[in-house]
Structure formats: structure tokens, C-alpha cells
């Protein structure tokens, strides 16, 4: 995707940076000391991250860096080996059982791969329909949830019964954003969820996405190596190398002051680096 140019702004940002900096709200996501290992991988380590209600707040970092693994582990897919979630204060890693269940309400996930993601054997309707199934949510209120999810998402009444397999890439992925939103969750982790589209599909999903923020105000934690996609969408950047966190803090000061030589060698590496622009 191509970059606007950048305007006059660089040095506003500080000051706000360190009031934003130094004293922050209680945050909707709280992730304390995180380690996880695959035998000698060490996928994650010692990451500690926080996520503001109400932000869109980027992961980024290069392939292998332990950004899904770090999304698994919040959405409880992955326990940690070390270190503490906290989700509303609540220590998310502890919970077991129905009270698990019950929490899973509020964070949901859109995956990189819509095809994968979405189970063959069932319907729109099914997939749409899971998630509140499992929350116990009785069948007449299920469908209309569906519906209005639906709607919102501008997914054709149509597809109701249509299958994965005969809908587009750009659909598929609606759907994946309709099911992870039907619950009208708290927390929002989307990893990578454009990587597997087109070029043109991803600027709708994109929009889309941007668009179900506003309207349903969920928090959003956007995993992506697209640098100009998350300069675009959000307003937090945390990055990551090697399973560590190497930087975490407002878009305009991570794209215009980076601190790490990481950060700034992501930044140079990425499409069109000098021309980060102040609004989307
Ligand atoms: N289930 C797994 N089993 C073994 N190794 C894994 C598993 N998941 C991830 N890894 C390894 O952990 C590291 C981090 O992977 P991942 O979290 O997928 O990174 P990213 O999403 O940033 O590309 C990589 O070295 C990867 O090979
Ligand atoms: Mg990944």
C-alpha cells in the first residue's frame, strides 16, 4: 500500500509521549514477564506489554519473533511457562473451568488465514453462530446476533448458507471478523489478518476493521510486519525481535524518534521509510 506524505509533526509528539507515558490508565490487557519455550526455541521471553482500553495497539516485529505466540497465549490457546496475563485486572493466566469460559467472551481472535481458519464442514450461519453457542447464548437470540453481525459487517443475507470453500478470500476473512466480533468482545487480537489476502482485498478488510472499531469499541491488539498497514491503523506500537520486547510506545514517537536500532532498522527496511505521514 502506498504512504501519504509526512507533515509537520515530529515535535508536538514528545511532550504528549511522556504524559502518556508516565502515567497511564488502567489498562485492558496487562502482560507481565511472559516466557514460553518449544523445547530449546525460546519463542517468548520475558515480555512484558500493556494495552490501553480503547487503543489499537500494533505488534510488530519480523517472522519468528514470537508475536503469535505471545496472541495464543492471550487469547489462553497457550499457557505461559512464566509470568502473569491480566485482563481487567483479573489474572487471566489463573482462571480455569466456566469462569475460562466466561472470560473468553471478551477476547476474541481473527487469524491470518481465513481458508484455515474457518471450518469446511460448516456453514456461514454455523461459523457465525459458534461462539455464542459456546457462551450459552439461547438459538432465538443467537440468530439475531447473527444477523446484526452480519449487517454490520455487510456480509449478504445469502451467505447464510454458503461454505467457506465457495466464498473469496475478502469474504472469507469478513466472515473470520464477523465470528471474532458476534460476541461484541472487549479485546481484539487480530494476527496478521490481511497477510493472506490480495492487495486490493486488504484495504476493505482494513476499512472494515477500522470501521467495527468505531461502531462496537473494542480494543485492538494488530499483529503485522506491514509497517505502512499498522502506520495507518494504529495509535500504541510494541516491537519485537527474537522473543523479546524491544520497544513499546506511542506511533508517532516509535516511527519518528525509534530508540532501538531494531525499530529503526524495521522502519528503514519498510516500504517508503521517509515518507511516514501524520494522518492516515
Ligand atoms: N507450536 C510450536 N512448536 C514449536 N515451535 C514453535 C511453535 N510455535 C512457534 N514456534 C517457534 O517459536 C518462534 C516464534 O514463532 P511465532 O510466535 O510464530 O513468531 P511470529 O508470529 O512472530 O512469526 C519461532 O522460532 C517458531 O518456529
Ligand atoms: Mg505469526
Given at each position: 500500500?502506498?504512504?501519504?506524505?509526512?507533515?509537520?509533526?515530529?515535535?508536538?509528539?514528545?511532550?504528549?509521549?511522556?504524559?502518556?507515558?508516565?502515567?497511564?490508565?488502567?489498562?485492558?490487557?496487562?502482560?507481565?514477564?511472559?516466557?514460553?519455550?518449544?523445547?530449546?526455541?525460546?519463542?517468548?521471553?520475558?515480555?512484558?506489554?500493556?494495552?490501553?482500553?480503547?487503543?489499537?495497539?500494533?505488534?510488530?516485529?519480523?517472522?519468528?519473533?514470537?508475536?503469535?505466540?505471545?496472541?495464543?497465549?492471550?487469547?489462553?490457546?497457550?499457557?505461559?511457562?512464566?509470568?502473569?496475563?491480566?485482563?481487567?485486572?483479573?489474572?487471566?493466566?489463573?482462571?480455569?473451568?466456566?469462569?475460562?469460559?466466561?472470560?473468553?467472551?471478551?477476547?476474541?481472535?481473527?487469524?491470518?488465514?481465513?481458508?484455515?481458519?474457518?471450518?469446511?464442514?460448516?456453514?456461514?450461519?454455523?461459523?457465525?453462530?459458534?461462539?455464542?453457542?459456546?457462551?450459552?447464548?439461547?438459538r432465538a437470540?443467537r440468530m439475531q446476533q447473527v444477523r446484526?453481525?452480519?449487517?454490520?459487517?455487510?456480509?449478504?443475507?445469502?451467505?447464510?448458507?454458503?461454505?467457506?470453500?465457495?466464498?473469496?478470500?475478502?469474504?472469507?476473512?469478513?466472515?473470520?471478523?464477523?465470528?471474532?466480533?458476534?460476541?461484541?468482545?472487549?479485546?481484539?487480537?487480530?494476527?496478521?489478518?490481511?497477510?493472506?489476502?490480495?492487495?486490493?482485498?486488504?484495504?476493505?478488510?482494513?476499512?472494515?476493521?477500522?470501521?467495527?472499531?468505531?461502531?462496537?469499541?473494542?480494543?485492538?491488539?494488530?499483529?503485522?510486519?506491514?509497517?505502512?498497514?499498522?502506520?495507518?491503523?494504529?495509535?500504541?506500537?510494541?516491537?519485537?525481535?527474537?522473543?523479546?520486547?524491544?520497544?513499546?510506545?506511542?506511533?508517532?514517537?516509535?516511527?519518528?524518534?525509534?530508540?532501538?536500532?531494531?525499530?529503526?532498522?524495521?522502519?528503514?527496511?519498510?516500504?517508503?521509510?521517509?515518507?511516514?505521514?501524520?494522518?492516515?
Amino acid at each position: 500500500m502506498s504512504i501519504p506524505n509526512r507533515n509537520e509533526t515530529a515535535k508536538k509528539e514528545t511532550a504528549e509521549e511522556t504524559v502518556e507515558e508516565t502515567a497511564p490508565a488502567v489498562p485492558l490487557l496487562r502482560i507481565e514477564s511472559v516466557s514460553k519455550s518449544y523445547g530449546a526455541v525460546r519463542a517468548v521471553e520475558d515480555v512484558s506489554l500493556t494495552v490501553e482500553r480503547g487503543s489499537m495497539t500494533a505488534l510488530v516485529g519480523e517472522s519468528g519473533s514470537g508475536k503469535s505466540t505471545l496472541a495464543r497465549m492471550v487469547l489462553r490457546l497457550e499457557n505461559p511457562d512464566r509470568g502473569r496475563i491480566y485482563f481487567q485486572d483479573r489474572d487471566f493466566t489463573a482462571l480455569t473451568g466456566s469462569e475460562l469460559r466466561k472470560a473468553r467472551r471478551h477476547v476474541q481472535m481473527i487469524f491470518q488465514d481465513p481458508h484455515a481458519s474457518l471450518n469446511p464442514r460448516m456453514n456461514v450461519k454455523a461459523i457465525l453462530e459458534e461462539p455464542l453457542k459456546a457462551q450459552g447464548v439461547p438459538r432465538a437470540e443467537r440468530m439475531q446476533q447473527v444477523r446484526r453481525i452480519m449487517e454490520r459487517t455487510r456480509i449478504p443475507a445469502e451467505f447464510l448458507n454458503r461454505y467457506a470453500h465457495e466464498l473469496s478470500g475478502g469474504q472469507r476473512q469478513r466472515i473470520g471478523v464477523a465470528r471474532a466480533l458476534v460476541l461484541e468482545p472487549e479485546l481484539v487480537v487480530a494476527d496478521e489478518p490481511t497477510a493472506a489476502l490480495d492487495v486490493s482485498i486488504q484495504a476493505q478488510i482494513l476499512d472494515l476493521l477500522r470501521e467495527m472499531q468505531e461502531a462496537l469499541d473494542f480494543t485492538l491488539l494488530f499483529i503485522s510486519h506491514d509497517l505502512a498497514v499498522v502506520y495507518t491503523l494504529c495509535d500504541r506500537v510494541a516491537v519485537m525481535q527474537k522473543g523479546r520486547l524491544v520497544e513499546q510506545g506511542a506511533r508517532d514517537r516509535i516511527f519518528h524518534q525509534p530508540r532501538e536500532a531494531y525499530t529503526r532498522e524495521l522502519i528503514r527496511a519498510a516500504e517508503n521509510p521517509a515518507d511516514w505521514a501524520d494522518e492516515p
